[in-house]
């Protein structure tokens, strides 16, 4: 994707915030209450994305904790859901119920947000309807998936530190009636963002409170599912359904695919 003022994203749902960004705290000064750490040293390194197929009634376990991964020539810490950039996509068929057991291993606080979902109120997994789940908290989350198409989770706490450093991740619903979508040869599920690199580190983050407005802030680094570079084959003639969501806190994208024609089918 190349960064732009104006979105233009083709795909089957595109999902996202646009904001503006104030600036920050300025070159060589730290916010106020100190900032995050970025140390690396013992940290596991971040798996890309797996498909979790559940059914109605299942209960499945995710964990969100501390990381590294290697962006570019920087290897920095990050956040993941199940060790995953982006977080595993969740893939159930439309009508299920079931339960995410969730923990928070990281070090800010935290929600399970499922964003587009309707469930009953007290999972929505926002500070009007639940309490901040600290380092070490757990709870049990019980999802209704009504509707068919993508939608996405992530933390509705310090979006602009914990989502920024890679808490997001999707939900696939698969429509029960099997003509709701045109036939295609694949599906593939993009997470479009931005992340900002100074120094060989992610550029810091206030402790006390975010930084910028309405947290949102530029990157200098764009990433397709986690990665500077991802690359996926295709055969000559393949129909391909891709599902892109804006991950990103402030940014729009131009997103295209050299040589190929593409037609925007939902949103």
């Given at each position: 994707p190349e960064p732009s003022s104006g979105a233009t994203v083709a795909g089957a749902v595109v999902v996202g915030i646009v904001i503006y960004n104030s600036g920050g705290p300025g070159p060589g000064l730290s916010p106020a209450g100190g900032t995050f750490s970025t140390d690396v040293a013992g940290l596991t390194e971040a798996k890309t994305s797996e498909i979790v197929e559940l059914k109605n009634g299942d209960t499945y376990a995710m964990t969100a904790s501390i990381v590294k991964k290697n962006i570019g020539n920087a290897e920095v810490k990050m956040l993941a859901y199940n060790g995953m950039i982006p977080g595993p996509m969740i893939k159930v068929p439309q009508g299920a119920e079931v339960t995410i057991n969730f923990k928070n291993d990281t070090?800010?606080?935290?929600?399970?947000?499922?964003?587009?979902?309707?469930?009953?109120?007290?999972?929505?997994?926002?500070?009007?309807?639940?309490?901040?789940?600290?380092?070490?908290?757990?709870?049990?989350?019980?999802?209704?998936?009504?509707?068919?198409?993508?939608?996405?989770?992530?933390?509705?706490?310090?979006?602009?530190?914990?989502?920024?450093?890679?808490?997001?991740?999707?939900?696939?619903?698969?429509?029960?009636?099997?003509?709701?979508?045109?036939?295609?040869?694949?599906?593939v599920a993009l997470f479009l963002d931005d992340i900002l690199i100074e120094g060989g580190n992610i550029a810091p983050f206030g402790k006390d409170s975010a930084d910028r407005t309405l947290m949102g802030r530029f990157g200098n680094t764009m990433l397709v599912n986690g990665e500077t570079n991802l690359a996926l084959s295709a055969r000559v003639g393949e129909v391909m359904r891709f599902y892109i969501t804006n991950a990103a806190n402030t940014r729009t994208f131009n997103f295209s695919i050299q040589n190929a024609q593409m037609k925007l089918v939902g949103g």
């Open positions: 070090d800010v606080k935290t929600l399970l947000h499922s964003h587009g979902i309707r469930m009953d109120n007290s999972f929505d997994g926002s500070q009007t309807t639940q309490k901040e789940m600290e380092p070490g908290d757990a709870f049990a989350y019980k999802l209704k998936f009504l509707d068919e198409g993508m939608y996405w989770y992530h933390p509705h706490v310090r979006e602009d530190y914990a989502q920024e450093l890679g808490l997001y991740g999707n939900y696939l619903v698969t429509p029960a009636d099997p003509l709701y979508w045109s036939p295609v040869n694949r599906e």
